[in-house]
T-cell receptor, first 113, second 116 residues
Framework: AQSVTQLGSHVSVSEGALVLLRCNYS??????LFWYVQYPNQGLQLLLK??????LVKGINGFEAEFKKSETSFHLTKPSAHMSDAAEYFCAVIQGGSEKLVFGKGTKLTVNP | GAVVSQHPSWVICKSGTSVKIECRSL??????MFWYRQFPKQSLMLMATSNEGSKATYEQGVEKDKFLINHASLTLSTLTVTSAHPEDSSFYIC????????????FGNGTRLTVT
């Protein structure tokens, strides 16, 4: 079964610093990969998705992610963190043959002033 | 863009009572909706897949008699937590898919259930 692993349950950066949230996938076929953001007591908002069209995917709020097949990775980055980026981030993959999203355990991003 | 509306956003109920949560797709038809449960500081766990006009498909370990799902129309799915217990307290989130498999799932804002 396809799965994703997020390395680091907590990441703390200073405002203006680079944000790097790690996600590795496990899949025998090209997967569909997603990054979502969740603010407290809210649902999930799609940041970006990879569907094999381009390896570098640009999303909302200045985030982007690069699909690297050789490393089975789909890390999320943002050049300069804002205070408003503080939230929980989830990497997810669609299971083959279904429409079910399988989520990683999430990474809580803290942005320090 | 597509919007999924979930209601109520929070509910407090007593043990033994039942609670119904609604999930509506506002501007698109959703033949499939998904129900997730999220424990504090944890990820989302898929509970069941709700299919319009047919029985829901439950994930392993989810009690179908306790978490009743009804998908009576292309825009509405409901989750009823029956005979609620304090351990059912959680954050429940629904989602609905777009037209294609690679379409992003659109999520409701979740329902915070507290059983006292």
């Amino acid at each position: 079964a396809q799965s994703v692993t997020q390395l680091g349950s907590h990441v703390s950066v200073s405002e203006g610093a680079l944000v790097l949230l790690r996600c590795n996938y496990s899949s025998s076929v090209p997967p569909y990969l997603f990054w979502y953001v969740q603010y407290p007591n809210q649902g999930l908002q799609l940041l970006l998705k990879y569907t094999s069209a381009a390896t570098l995917v640009k999303g909302i709020n200045g985030f982007e992610a690069e699909f690297k097949k050789s490393e089975t990775s789909f890390h999320l980055t943002k050049p300069s963190a804002h205070m408003s980026d503080a939230a929980e981030y989830f990497c997810a993959v669609i299971q083959g043959g279904s429409e079910k999203l399988v989520f990683g355990k999430g990474t809580k991003l803290t942005v320090n002033p | 863009g597509a919007v999924v509306s979930q209601h109520p956003s929070w509910v407090i109920c007593k043990s033994g009572t039942s609670v119904k949560i609604e999930c509506r797709s506002l501007d698109f038809q959703a033949t499939t909706m998904f129900w997730y449960r999220q424990f504090p500081k944890q990820s989302l766990m898929l509970m069941a897949t709700s299919n319009e006009g047919s029985k829901a498909t439950y994930e392993q370990g989810v009690e179908k008699d306790k978490f009743l799902i009804n998908h009576a129309s292309l825009t509405l799915s409901t989750l009823t937590v029956t005979s609620a217990h304090p351990e059912d307290s959680s954050f429940y989130i629904c989602s609905a898919n777009g037209l294609f498999r690679d379409s992003p799932l659109h999520f409701g804002n979740g329902t915070r259930l507290t059983v006292t």
